[in-house]
């Protein structure tokens, strides 16, 4: 069974431009989580989908948004990049709603803003 | 949700039982142990998870007090490979389904 996957590997954008990230679940997962993780800290939630809806949103500004497909693939877009934007993305899938359904991780996309 | 605490860092021999401990203190009835691990710069790695009962699955063992105020992970035999960050994580049924990742315990694994 294929695992969380994750587009591109690596992204290397400047100052002011936009960043577009993507994510598709494991098979059957209608939930996708967006976490950034800046170096040298903790990760933090950005985002969750499930249902092709926006359930819940971390503490982050607006200019990062994001959108789930039919499919339940997810992008994640970055608007008007920040040097400290600079870190590793990941993408989590989960089954769907419940509490204690497990969270399965994709490899992450480094994100370097210059 | 509830705020974990965990030693920052911990040394284990290889092919010795590896037992990571994390408070809870103020964990709530409906609330799930999780624990994750991430290994250098990869995606964390789903590891077990508990609501008060202990759960053993093929990678660890759980262990929650009976009051759930604390917990302990143990790896039975550490590899080298097992060396992580390993993070102990409460959530609440209704809290967006969100992990909230503390500081975690970084386990280093030494031959």
């Known amino acids: 069974e294929a695992g969380v996957t994750q587009s591109p590997t690596h992204l290397i954008k400047t100052r002011g431009q936009q960043a577009t990230l993507r994510c598709s679940p494991i098979?059957?997962?209608?939930?996708v989580y967006w976490y950034q993780q800046a170096l040298g800290l903790g990760l933090q939630f950005l985002l969750w989908?499930?249902?092709?809806?926006?359930?819940n949103r971390g503490n982050f500004p607006p200019r990062f948004s994001g959108r789930q497909f039919p499919n339940y693939s997810s992008e994640l877009n970055v608007n008007a990049l920040e040097l400290e934007d600079s870190a590793l993305y990941l993408c989590?899938?989960?089954?769907?709603?419940?509490?204690?359904?497990?969270?399965?991780f994709g490899p992450g996309t480094r994100l370097t803003v210059l | 949700d509830a705020k974990t605490t965990q030693p920052p860092s911990m040394d284990c021999a290889e092919g010795r039982a590896a037992n990571l401990p994390c408070n809870h203190s103020?964990?709530?009835?409906?609330?799930?142990v999780y624990w994750y691990r991430q290994i250098h710069s990869q995606g964390p790695q789903y590891i077990i998870h508990?609501?008060?009962n202990n759960e053993t699955n093929e990678m660890a063992s759980l262990i929650i007090t009976e009051d759930r105020k604390s917990s302990t992970l143990i790896l039975p035999h550490a590899t080298l490979r097992d060396t992580a960050v390993y993070y102990c994580?409460?959530?609440?049924?209704?809290?967006?389904?969100?992990?909230?990742f503390g500081g975690g315990t970084r386990l280093m694994v030494k031959p």
């Open positions: 994580i409460v959530r609440m049924n209704n809290a967006g389904n969100m992990l909230t």
């Open positions: 508990g609501l008060k």
């Open positions: 098979s059957g997962h209608t939930s």
């Open positions: 989590a899938s989960s089954l769907g709603l419940a509490a204690y359904n497990e969270q399965f």
């Open positions: 989908y499930d249902e092709g809806e926006e359930r």
């Open positions: 103020t964990i709530s009835g409906n609330e799930y």
